[in-house]
């Protein structure tokens, strides 16, 4: 969750499409320096429920996100499949592999609350699966490498959303 001086108009466009991030608006990650690829964008193939977001990140790594909730300026949700023919066998070791036998991401979800002042709290969301023998152990690696990537995804969309209240014509990425 993050919270954003801009109006849910313009936060809404930038989760529903997310243009491509420059390197340097992605915030330092340790989950970056043990080698989990940053995301690059996120295309949409139409608005509305049956959309399909196609996000893409470093390394070969693309997630298809089919909408199955689509709430303009409240709510977007969506199913995960990993391309998992298309990620490098060199991207991720076996255990931590997107669409793997042993981890895999599920479902995402955008919520937007309304705040005063003209402010906007982000909510940004996902399941996944884990499936081995140290589920103990493996939850707390992939729930802190989620939230990881999730933090920077929301600070991206902060720094856009808060420059576009800036500037008539949105942001200039």
Excluded at 19 to 42: C, Q, T, Y
Excluded at 82 to 107: K, N, S
Excluded at 139 to 146: E, P, S
Excluded at 154 to 171: F, H, N, S, W, Y
Aim: proline content about 8%; glycine content about 6%; aromatic content about 8%.
């Amino acid at each position: 969750m993050i919270d954003i001086q801009a109006s849910p108009a313009v936060v809404w466009r930038n989760i529903e499409r997310v243009p491509p991030i420059r390197r340097d608006e992605l915030p330092p990650s340790w989950a970056r320096s043990i080698g989990f690829p940053d995301p690059v964008e996120a295309t949409l193939s139409q608005e509305g429920v049956g959309g399909v977001r196609r996000a893409s990140f470093a390394g070969g790594v693309l997630f298809l996100e089919t909408v199955d909730i689509w709430e303009p300026e409240h709510r977007l949700a969506f199913s995960i499949a990993a391309q998992t023919d298309q990620i490098p066998a060199t991207t991720l070791d076996e255990h931590v592999r997107v669409g793997g036998p042993y981890f895999d991401v599920l479902r995402g979800q955008y919520r937007l609350e309304p705040l005063t002042n003209g402010m906007t709290r982000l909510h940004l969301s996902s399941r996944h699966r884990i499936s081995t023998d140290f589920n103990w152990y493996a939850h707390l690696w992939t729930d802190a490498v989620m939230s990881d990537l999730q933090k920077r995804i929301l600070k991206v969309i902060r720094q856009r959303c808060e420059a576009a209240q800036l500037t008539p014509d949105g942001p200039r990425n």
